[in-house]
């Protein structure tokens, strides 16, 4: 019995879309992928204007956030996988963001800037 491989691929994300409680991703097949940002923990902790610093990586198949350092591939969304991070890894990280925005507060306040 001879069967065919089937070639599937994945279609790319073309724009992303943030807000408060919904991750929206348009992708190059003309669907509109939704999901909710609770299933992405450092993007539920970042500020709007961090949630819009994505750019896209490996030509559309993933969304990455540098000041977050978050990466998010497309083909997960697809598969309705949410963040694998640890409850370890994600605390640690929480840890330095607070950590570095109480430092970057204190010098601001010594250098006679709020």
Request: glycine share 8%.
């Amino acid at each position: 019995m001879n069967t065919s491989a089937v070639e599937i691929s994945l279609p790319v994300a073309e724009t992303v879309t943030v807000t408060e409680d919904t991750l929206t991703v348009e992708l190059s097949d003309g669907r509109s992928l939704s999901v909710p940002l609770a299933w992405f923990p450092r993007l539920v902790h970042a500020t709007p204007v961090e949630r819009r610093g994505w750019r896209l990586i490996g030509r559309g198949h993933g969304i990455h956030w540098e000041k977050l350092d978050e990466d998010i591939s497309v083909e997960g969304l697809l598969a309705g996988r949410p963040s694998g991070e640890s409850q370890a890894s994600f605390k640690k990280w929480l840890f330095a963001r607070r950590t570095s925005r109480a430092r970057g507060s204190t010098r601001r306040t010594r250098n006679g800037r709020h």
